[in-house]
């Protein structure tokens, strides 16, 4: 059964340094999306991606960060300048409709950040 | 999109029923029902989602009443792999961004 695989899966990086984060959605998807939980917290949503484009991106998704498409298969998030308050695990996830019914997750990346 | 509200945690016996309700008495006629669940530190999982008729599929079903303010997630016959936390989430089917709003959900545990 197809899969969203994403890598690293525990990223530990310093303050104030750059990470990217990367998924591969199933193959035939075209609607790409990345939520962060921060531990033992609620699932947040922060941004879908579709067309080459950002659809929609909450407040948390502010220009420290950017989302890219670089090739055919990956799908990336990149933190500029990362923070204490990043630490999360960061779900990418994708979904073959227009309307997004079923959103295929990942087992996710835990950012930690020292 | 409406808010659903959702007991914080539930117990199934195993091989029993789950029936996981979810409120959302301010759904508008153009919002689905959706539920996910996450078992622990996954990712979300999608389970099922629907309009305003019953569905069902190989997971569970969904129990939406006449008026849409209430639903229900039936998972027939639980096993322990179930233990999870269980999401409600309404959200307009023309949601531009396609954006799911997590609540807190229902953790639903399963015992022997």
């Known amino acids: 059964e197809p899969e969203v695989t994403q890598t690293p899966s525990h990223q530990v990086t310093q303050m104030g340094q750059e990470v990217i984060l990367r998924c591969v959605p199933i193959?035939?998807?075209?609607?790409f999306y990345w939520y962060r939980q921060i531990l033992g917290q609620k699932v947040e949503f922060l941004v879908s991606?579709?067309?080459?484009?950002?659809?929609?991106k909450s407040e948390i998704f502010d220009d420290q960060f950017s989302v890219e498409r670089p090739d055919g298969s990956n799908f990336t998030l990149k933190i500029r300048s990362t923070k204490l308050e990043d630490s999360a695990m960061y779900f990418c996830?994708?979904?073959?409709?227009?309307?997004?019914?079923?959103?295929?997750f990942g087992p996710g990346t835990r950012l930690t950040v020292t | 999109d409406a808010k659903t509200t959702q007991p914080p945690s539930m117990d199934c016996a195993e091989g029993r029923a789950a029936n996981l309700p979810c409120n959302h008495s301010t759904i508008s006629g153009n919002e689905y029902v959706y539920w996910y669940r996450q078992i622990h530190s996954q990712g979300p999982q999608y389970i099922i989602h629907?309009?305003?008729n019953n569905e069902t599929n190989e997971m569970a079903s969904l129990i939406i009443t006449e008026d849409r303010k209430s639903s229900t997630l039936i998972l027939p016959h639980a096993t322990l792999r179930d233990t999870a936390v269980y999401y409600c989430i309404v959200r307009s089917g023309n949601n531009a961004g396609n954006m799911l709003t997590f609540g807190g959900g229902t953790r639903l545990m399963v015992k022997p």
């Open positions: 991606f579709y067309n080459n484009e950002i659809s929609e």
């Open positions: 996830a994708s979904s073959v409709d227009r309307w997004g019914h079923e959103q295929y």
């Open positions: 629907g309009l305003k």
């Open positions: 193959s035939n998807h075209l609607y």
